[in-house]
């Protein structure tokens, strides 16, 4: 037990909301712990709202309209050492921006989900010679060469075959990535009756469509041509209005239409498949709920290699369009209840509780 108070600040991004997302799980697991202060920060605060903003949607305009261009700059990034003086140049600015805020919550431990937190912690570390502990938690089945710094003490990452992709100096942990503790101990038939479902529907949800990463019209038509008589399909439009409106008006009849909600565990637990994108942090959610995964056409960059990683080693599967989409869902619903999965369970609900339990252990001995 340690008898020190423990000072953990967690650092995200809010690109995407799987970063987010990981440091609130390890969040929740450390302040159920004797002896511990959380504060859970995002590099974004370092400077002006209105550049966060301008960033974010650059970005998402960059994944919307024209993804090759992200798929350059991944590429780029990831090639050897080049790119390095721009990780440097961006990750020193930040560093300097954020000293002050670091230095105000003085912290014991960062654990950093994305890696330009990573590699600020690392900067800062050195220009102020702090013996701070620096985790990295990589939220992807792949592992960017950004993420690599001199300054982190220790990478926690997806799988244990992601090793390779981190130099042998570091200390490696594959516990898995977090996720939040809603997607334990859930009861498959009784989120099943909680949403009306019977025991003989295959259950397909299809996430993604509220950001607009899925064609959610698109695939939903082209399974109604073709739909077993099983299938049930439940789509969930997030917070996007407009969307649950449309979708509702065309197919209400024969479509369960969801608006933003907070019972994603229990619908994952109940469900059968699901049809979505390959975020890290959603993948490891799929995973944990033991769900058969078709994944529609992975956005170039991480995306792209979680799926690949995702198809060679977890069951997933990988569709470029709608037609391959409704072949492999009227090939899931001619599964009899009675056959149990070939494929393993890859799922890792406790990834976070073991995080933090390490990460515990470990400074107890520093």
Not at 333 to 355: D, M, S, T, V
């Amino acid at each position: 037990m340690i008898n020190k108070k423990i000072k953990v600040l967690l650092l995200s991004a809010p690109i995407g909301s799987g970063h987010r997302l990981a440091a609130e799980a390890l969040k929740e697991t450390f302040e159920n712990k004797e002896n511990i202060e959380v504060v859970h920060g995002n590099v974004f605060d370092f400077f002006p709202e209105i550049l966060g903003k301008t960033f974010l949607r650059v970005y998402l305009c960059i994944l919307g309209t024209c993804p090759w261009m992200y798929e350059l700059m991944y590429k780029w990034g990831n090639k050897g050492e080049g790119s390095l003086w721009m990780r440097s140049l961006i990750n020193g600015a930040l560093a300097y921006l954020g000293s002050s805020f670091i230095r105000k919550v003085a912290p014991d431990v960062v654990i950093a989900t994305h890696a330009t937190p990573a590699g600020i912690i690392s900067i800062y570390k050195r220009r102020n010679k702090a013996s701070l502990y620096l985790c990295g938690v990589i939220t992807d089945f792949t592992v960017h060469r950004w993420w690599v710094c001199d300054g982190v003490d220790i990478y926690f990452i997806a799988d244990e075959r992601l090793r390779e992709k981190i130099p042998a100096n570091f200390e490696t942990v594959a516990y898995g990535i977090p996720i939040r503790q809603s997607f334990q101990n859930l009861d498959k038939a009784t989120c099943r009756r909680e949403f009306g479902w019977n025991s003989e529907d295959k259950v397909c949800l299809l996430m993604g469509g509220g950001d607009g990463l899925l064609p959610m019209e698109e695939i939903i038509a082209s399974l109604i041509k073709v739909k077993p008589a099983n299938l049930k399909l439940v789509a969930l439009t997030g917070k996007n209005t407009t969307l649950y409106k449309k979708l509702l008006s065309k197919f209400g009849d024969s479509v369960q239409i969801l608006k933003y909600t907070e019972q994603i565990p229990q619908l994952m637990c109940g469900a059968d498949m699901i049809i979505s994108k390959a975020g890290g942090l959603s993948s490891a959610e799929v995973l944990a709920s033991d769900l058969d995964f078709i994944i529609y056409k992975p956005l170039p960059g991480q995306e792209e290699n979680n799926a690949k990683f995702l198809a060679a080693n977890c069951g997933a599967t990988i569709a470029s369009d709608t037609k391959a989409i409704t072949q492999k869902v009227k090939e899931l619903c001619k599964l009899e209840e009675n056959i149990a999965k070939e494929r393993a369970y890859y799922g890792k609900p406790q990834a976070a509780e073991k995080i933090s339990n390490y990460i515990l252990g470990r400074l107890s001995k520093i």
